[in-house]
């Protein structure tokens, strides 16, 4: 007897209840906070960096699910890549033999990967981060990871022992006995190095919250305290890894630089299926995986499946073939120079940074004393304000998706799919533009809004 199940059907029958029941079964305040700012969007389809809502209108994806969708939505390649593997019936996910694609993938991978020689396959960043906190301590027999404030490296326990940001932390204590130090300070690391109990420091090249790179030269000079110490350097390169900044991983843009434990995931997965990667020396993984005995003492029930594999291999194939990262390079240079000739033109953007298509746009204080007085309150009633002023219009206004780089942040980051191309970067630049030219002019829709939120966070404190 078969079973049918017509998945279009249920998706025509039930679609349009999407915020209802998301409200009612799943996390309430998500509907709830897309109500509020407008952002609870009808989208139908989607295609490369663009998708599309219920009316046919196209938006501008410049969030790329949160970095996910590094080709954008659908690659022909990729997709084709997962019917294949679908069709082909593998003896997946035995247990007990050695499928050809994981090897496959992890060759791939290393390739790209100098002085790495190994890796554990996953289901997300987190678990790759997990991974290399574990490995990390059972290689060098320490317990204690470092880390930078402000840093985030997932959501689960161990990866959020290392999360500088307490707004996820707080309620979830205890939490694993690991410690922060400033991001570039290298004092503060050696101090905590001394201490003879450290396996090592956990770093973003960029970090994600507030895009911050690590000052030049501060990855080389911690990579040289670690080995003093014998304790070890594990980079995560979940968000910036696989071509985000111009490189296929932010921390070659430093010479000299080898870490010994390197954390990939969301671009691998090819927007479909999810995956995550640690790559490590050849020696940490003889350490943990010792013996026979030992076989088993990390794994994971869905690490390694076909399908996962079979779209990171596609994905791989394609930033070789399509030449993915010089083209960042150039799209990259090409958005950052134009955002940054508005700086002189603009008295609240303070500051453009990043790199590649990693980039963070920051509003500051203004100096005229119009637009001083609406920044001071909207400062007061909650920090971010007013770059969550600039995202809803370019939603609105624009169909342009983007987002506030974290909470209490005047800072939008921009991560948009590696394929957008010069008509996208105009058509953001445009938007933009105009979005900052209404709040200069300190009047209309724009600000109207700001006292929409700022009602909305005072009723919330």
Not at 163 to 181: M, Q, Y
Not at 290 to 312: E, I, T
Request: proline fraction near 4%; charged fraction near 25%; aromatic fraction near 8%.
């Amino acid at each position: 007897m078969t079973t049918e199940f017509d998945l279009g059907a249920l998706l025509a029958q039930r679609g349009a209840e999407r915020y209802e029941l998301h409200a009612k079964h799943l996390n309430p305040q998500l509907p709830r906070m897309l109500h509020t700012i407008g952002f609870d969007k009808v989208y139908e389809r989607a295609e490369g960096a663009h998708f599309y809502d219920d009316e046919g209108n196209d938006y501008l994806d410049m969030l790329a699910g949160f970095g996910v969708m590094g080709l954008g939505r659908h690659h022909p390649v990729v997709r084709r890549a997962l019917h294949d593997v679908l069709d082909m019936d593998l003896a997946d996910l035995t247990r007990f033999d050695c499928q050809p694609l994981p090897g496959l993938l992890a060759e791939r991978l290393l390739a790209h990967s100098p002085h790495l020689d190994r890796v554990f396959f996953g289901n997300s960043g987190t678990e790759a981060v997990e991974t290399a906190l574990k490995f990390a301590r059972y290689a060098t027999g320490r317990p204690r990871i470092l880390y930078c404030d402000h840093a985030f490296h997932g959501l689960t326990t161990g990866s959020l022992s290392v999360n500088g940001e307490n707004g996820f932390r707080d309620g979830f204590d205890p939490l694993l006995p690991d410690t922060a130090v400033p991001l570039g300070d290298l004092d503060a690391l050696a101090r905590e190095l001394s201490k003879g109990d450290v396996a090592g420091l956990i770093v973003e090249p960029i970090q994600g919250k507030g895009v911050h790179p690590t000052p030049p030269g501060y990855l080389r000079a911690a990579q040289g305290l670690l080995r003093r110490y014998r304790a070890l350097l594990i980079v995560d390169e979940v968000q910036t890894g696989l071509g985000r900044t111009g490189d296929f991983y932010a921390y070659q843009h430093e010479d000299g630089v080898e870490p010994d434990l390197v954390c990939v995931a969301k671009a691998l997965s090819g927007g479909y299926v999810p995956v995550g990667a640690t790559l490590g020396k050849e020696w940490i993984f003889r350490k943990v995986y010792s013996s026979m005995d030992r076989v088993l003492v990390h794994s994971a029930s869905f690490g390694s499946n076909a399908q996962a594999m079979a779209a990171g291999l596609a994905v791989l194939s394609v930033m070789e073939n399509e030449q993915i990262v010089a083209g960042v390079r150039r799209t990259g240079e090409l958005l950052k120079s134009r955002l940054t000739a508005l700086i002189d033109r603009y008295e609240l953007l303070a500051d453009v940074r990043g790199r590649g298509l990693m980039i963070g746009i920051e509003f500051g204080r203004p100096s005229s004393l119009a637009l001083r007085s609406r920044w001071t309150v909207l400062q007061a009633a909650r920090k971010g304000l007013f770059a969550q002023m600039v995202v809803v219009p370019l939603l609105q206004r624009h169909r342009i998706l983007t987002q506030v780089s974290g909470d209490h942040l005047e800072v939008i980051k921009l991560i948009p799919p590696l394929i957008v191309d010069e008509a996208d970067v105009d058509r953001f630049v445009d938007a933009f533009t105009a979005v900052m030219d209404d709040a200069h002019n300190g009047s209309g829709l724009l600000w109207d809004f700001g006292k929409t939120l700022i009602k909305q966070a005072v009723a919330n404190r």
